[in-house]
């Protein structure tokens, strides 16, 4: 028999589902991961990247020192490896990342400053940073990869109802009665969920309608697989709208009590025919108003949708078209309905809760809004900007312009993250200083000057918020490597030393002594948050915000009674096409994604188990495209756009559509990154990940 | 409502209760193998077995529903005898070293060795196919919770199954071609519900000392 050391209970550090976790150690490794059977949201299931993939957090790569650039201010930022630092205590690397944040500010303030924060780690953490960076630094330039997930789903569910959050819970998916999964490879990226979304199909006899380009497994179990061009969403739920309208299967009573902008909405759906919408996306008309009738027929109806929704130039008007449909038939507000973006990171709904966003504080709060910002300024005792910072994008967009000269990055890797790579190393290679802050030298830390070590959710304590609000505790299970420190402890140091060679005065406040401390002052500012606190979460397991007092249960559905603008409104909207299209030189439309073993920009799951089964990047293809251009499978393409090319092992499957590729992003050495393009969503800001032009060759 | 008498006891439960379930609403435990309580019950080991008055046969209590009137003996020596044979028999031909639950019931039941003759232990090579846990079938007892997560339990991914007849029935794949090559999306739930070890995370495995990572 095993014995263990200690067996800790936990949050999991991979995806939105925040599946709860037994992690069990011995000897200071995590040799075995388990599932308490009684606790939401997994109830007992786990994935393989929850069940092996936490391997990372013993891996002999993990930084246990501060580490400074060798060749600190050279004439030219070029990446090096852990061979170009040098190691440094924690009293030089903090005093002279304050110095070089001190010197910077002097000369240039606060907009001289681009910050990442992190969907990976606490909540706490987020809190912490956006704190350093507005009261200290003076600046709402702060944003996280949220920019390049959800952000055109947030842009468009604030526009339709006023909030941006998961309206259901994960518990009810078992119960559904019909739903709709589009633009989510659920069973790879979300897969406890994929599993819950089966069990529906399976054992409830619930009707899912799969609304994808590819033939993803979800399929599997679809009553209906709508297979649209990329890019032509809109036109598709545009005519679902349509049918609704014309065929009176709308909810009328909904409509007048729960919404606005019905009439002038249900006249511009006019033109919107399933048969125009067949010629645009390519989908028959009669499937689309098959889907319309299954949607608007049922009693309780969900939509469940990710990146292939909102990381589009329409990104925006995806979701709306989207929130249209629910709107129309009151397929809100109850169990087994609703709007329910799937959150990609473990914490990034409580990254951006915890104000990890250029236009708002923790909670939303806007930074424009006088009385807010009052709010915030007496809290931390400084003035504050009222002007809404940059985003991800527009950030690098400012180092080009000048205005930008310093990045400082906690937990984040924009060069696998952000499109078009060559164009984000150059905005790298022009930057004054970068400061990082991270648990692996990866991509961009080797741009940096100086590296602090961190802690992974194994070695500290905290709180992760999962895709449905759900508030939940990570807990220390290992010893911290080396000297590393928790982000929060380091970002408090900076913040001292920082305000200290500033000469400033009185403290914004960076007095704390745990994680739990630094939840209640945010609990304290947040309404919604203000009924929960770790130790609520400790006894509970969990609580759902909003939850504004203690004798609050938590809310795991949303919009019961109203919406948080007051009325669901109505949109309008054209069908744009604005992506890049396939053309002579470039034929094929390439998208980009994940793949069930591996992570993001993989600093964590190439140094796991997780990596020897899926070692090295593949582009899928048609078997009828692959034949036209001579490919064999496995063997090694080319694949270039006119941004650039890389070359990776050819996989032929009927997955893809014909006329489309697909690639993982997960890989340097093959980075997809290299052909996506910098086109973004006007609203959101969000970049088009999923249509890029390319061309496949021979090597 | 529908009233039975378990050992004696009066028990009051709802219609559709199992005798399992009744047993244990009333604080009367019985023993059991196959049965999860979060799996659908398989029947299948037949250690759960109890006598009904009037009933030919022992029933298993795990799968059958209680009726008005009922007369349940859950302990009685005719019951004790068949548990105590059913574990003779797994452990005259499986390796139940790391099986702690049914070490607990051996020694409660008292099981003997050496009962059977000419026994043969299973003893199958490990297979050690992929970068995330092995399976030791030389501890499998067949109970079959890991086939019932893999389908429709659970993951929905049909990737275990069962084969053989007989002595040589087993877990196994479909062709039992190595997990890699199946639809197994490796989400080690099967692990979670193994009673005896036959399946380990391979770090667990390492940490033992039977295998290098």
């Known amino acids: ?26 000897n200071e490794k995590i040799i075995s991961a388990t599932a308490p059977g009684d606790r939401a949201p997994n109830f007992g299931r786990l994935c393989v990247k929850g069940r092996f993939g936490t391997d990372y957090t013993h891996h002999k790569s993990r930084l246990t020192k501060p580490l400074i650039r060798k060749n600190l201010d050279a004439p030219e930022r070029i990446p090096i490896g852990p061979e170009g630092f040098r190691e440094a205590s924690w009293e030089e690397a903090l005093d002279m990342a304050a110095e070089r ?126 297979q649209q061009k990329p890019g032509t969403d809109v036109a598709l739920f545009q005519a679902m709208a349509h049918v609704i309208v014309k065929e009176n299967l709308y909810n009328r009573d909904f409509i007048n009590s729960r919404t606005e902008g019905f009439d002038s909405y249900s006249k511009s ?75 990609g990171q473990n914490n990034v709904q409580g990254c951006s809760d915890s104000g990890g966003l250029p236009n708002v504080y923790p909670g939303y709060q ?37 205005q930008i000269s310093d990045y400082i990055i906690m937990g984040e890797n924009p060069i696998m993250s952000d499109p078009h790579m060559s164009h984000t190393i150059h905005h790298f290679k022009k930057l004054k200083n970068i400061l990082v802050i991270d648990i692996f030298l990866n991509e961009s830390g080797e741009y940096g000057d100086i590296i602090l070590p961190a802690l992974s959710f194994a070695e500290k304590e905290g709180t992760f918020t999962n895709s449905d609000r759900r508030v939940q505790l990570i807990r220390p299970a290992l010893q911290a490597p080396g000297e590393a420190r928790a982000d929060w402890q380091i970002l408090q140091e900076l913040a001292i030393r920082v305000d200290q060679k500033l000469e400033r005065k009185n403290s914004a406040g960076f007095t704390f002594s745990s994680p739990a401390e630094i939840w209640d002052e945010m609990a304290d500012l947040v309404p919604d948050f203000r009924g929960i606190s770790h130790r609520r979460i400790d006894k509970e397991s969990g609580v759902h915000w909003p939850c504004p ?31 890049e299209a396939a053309n002579k030189e470039y034929p094929y439309i390439l998208s980009t994604g994940r793949v069930l073993y591996h992570w993001h920009g993989r600093t964590m799951t190439s140094r796991s188990d997780l990596n020897k089964i899926y070692p090295y ?39 893809s559509p014909r006329g489309v590729l697909f690639i993982p992003f997960h890989f340097a050495e093959a980075a997809a990154n290299r052909l996506t393009q910098d086109l973004r969503d006007p609203v959101a800001k969000i970049p088009d990940f999923k249509i890029s032009a390319v061309k496949i060759e021979k090597r | ?44 080991c037949r250690q759960c077995v109890v006598e009904v008055e009037g009933a030919r046969v022992l029933l298993p ?153």
């Open chain 1, 1 to 26: 028999m095993t014995e263990y050391d200690r067996i800790v209970r936990s949050t999991c550090p991979y995806c939105g589902v925040g599946c709860q976790l037994e992690l069990h150690i011995q």
């Open chain 1, 101 to 226: 944040i001190a010197r910077t500010y002097k000369q240039s303030g606060g907009s001289a400053f681009g910050t990442f924060c992190c969907a990976k780690a606490t909540n706490e953490d987020n809190y912490i940073f956006q704190k350093f960076v507005r009261s200290v630094l003076q600046t709402n330039n702060i944003d996280h990869c949220s920019r390049l997930c959800h952000a055109a789903s947030v842009a468009g569910l604030s526009k339709a109802l006023g909030s941006s959050a998961m309206s259901n819970s994960l518990a009810e998916m078992k119960d559904l009665e019909v739903f709709i999964v589009t633009g989510s490879n659920t069973t790879e990226t979300h897969p406890v969920i994929g599993t819950l979304l089966k069990e529906a199909v399976v054992k409830n006899g619930a009707k899912l309608i799969v609304i994808d380009p590819r033939k993803i497994e979800m399929t599997d179990c679809a009553t209906l697989h709508l």
């Open chain 1, 269 to 343: 759906l006019d033109k919107y025919t399933p048969r125009w919408a067949e010629k645009v996306s390519a989908v028959a008309a009669k499937d689309i108003e098959t889907a319309a009738r299954i949607y608007a027929g049922a009693n309780a109806a969900a939509i469940y949708w990710g990146m292939g929704i909102s990381q589009s130039v329409h990104g925006t008007d995806n979701t709306l078209s989207i929130a249209n449909l629910a709107l129309l038939c009151g397929h809100l507000g109850r169990r087994g309905t609703g709007l329910n973006p799937l959150r």
């Open chain 1, 366 to 402: 806007n930074v424009s809004d006088p009385l807010i910002q009052a709010k915030y300024e007496h809290q931390w005792k400084r003035d504050l900007s009222p002007k809404p910072g940059l985003t991800i994008l527009e950030m690098s967009d400012a180092i080009e312009s000048g």
């Open chain 1, 549 to 579: 007092s203690v004798d609050h249960p938590g809310t795991p559905y949303l919009f019961g009674e109203t919406f948080p603008r007051g009325k669901g409104l109505f949109h309008s909207i054209d069908l744009k096409l604005e992506s």
């Open chain 1, 617 to 655: 990047g593949k582009v899928e293809m048609h078997p009828d495209d692959a034949e036209k251009e001579g490919l064999a499978n496995r063997e090694n393409v080319e694949v270039s756009s006119s941004r650039g090319s890389i070359t990776v092992e050819l996989c032929i499957t009927d997955k």
């Open chain 2, 1 to 44: 409502m529908i009233k039975l008498y378990i050992n004696e006891k009066e028990v009051v439960c709802h219609e559709g209760t199992t005798i399992l379930q009744a047993a244990e609403s009333a604080g009367i435990i019985i023993p059991k193998i196959c049965y999860h309580e979060k799996l659908t019950p398989p029947g299948l």
């Open chain 2, 61 to 213: 209590s795990c799968i059958t529903g209680v009726r008005e009137g009922m007369k349940v003996q859950t302990d009685s020596p005719r019951v004790k005898r068949v548990r105590k044979t059913i574990l003779e028999m797994l452990d005259n031909c499986t390796d139940l070293s790391e099986a702690p639950e049914l070490q607990i019931q051996m020694k409660k039941y008292g099981v003997e060795n050496g009962r059977f003759r000419d026994t043969v232990k299973r003893d199958y090579p490990v297979k050690d196919d992929n970068p995330f846990y092995i399976r030791d079938y030389s501890k499998c007892i067949v109970c079959g919770r890991c086939v019932q997560v893999c389908s429709e339990d659970i993951q929905f991914s049909y990737a275990l199954t069962t084969g053989g007849r007989g002595f040589e029935n087993r877990i196994t794949t479909n062709f039992d071609k190595p997990l890699p090559e199946t639809s197994c999306v490796f989400c080690g739930n099967c692990i979670e519900v193994c009673p005896s070890g036959a399946l380990v995370s391979r770090r667990e495995y390492s940490a033992t000392g039977e295998a290098n990572d």
